[in-house]
Nanobody, 114 residues
Framework: QVQLVESGGGLVQAGGSLRLSCAAS????????MGWFRQAPGKQRELVAT???????YYTDSVKGRFTISGDNAKKTVYLQMNSLKFEDTAVYYC????????WGQGTQVTVSS
């Protein structure tokens, strides 16, 4: 049974920073990528950033230069450092693991006040 546990969300003022963490547990022998999605109220879930086991990284355009994704393969953990946060970054952020199956965390709320 694979589980993803997220932490690090919260309330921050515009321009501030937050760091999200996602720790995976269970039988994970290899994976295609780990990453972060987000879903704002009334909107579809969107991809934010991903990182492969080889370290290849993708960012959606709206977060480039502000967010940094990193991973620790030994700890099966992925991080999302979010700087220069904007009101429009407000959303529930979900960790995702694409491996033999597709797994999701429970979500963590990020609220940016303007």
């Amino acid at each position: 049974q694979v589980q993803l546990v997220e932490s690090g969300g919260g309330l921050v003022q515009a321009g501030g920073s937050l760091r999200l963490s996602c720790a995976a547990s269970g039988r994970i022998y290899s994976f295609n990528y780990m990453g972060w999605f987000r879903q704002a109220p009334g909107k579809q879930r969107e991809l934010v950033a991903t990182i492969t086991g080889a370290g290849r990284i993708y960012y959606t355009d709206s977060v480039k230069g502000r967010f940094t994704i990193s991973g620790d393969n030994a700890k099966k953990t992925v991080y999302l450092q979010m700087n220069s946060l904007k009101f429009e970054d407000t959303a529930v952020y979900y960790c995702n693991l694409a491996a033999a199956g597709n797994y999701w965390g429970q979500g963590t709320q990020v609220t940016v006040s303007s």
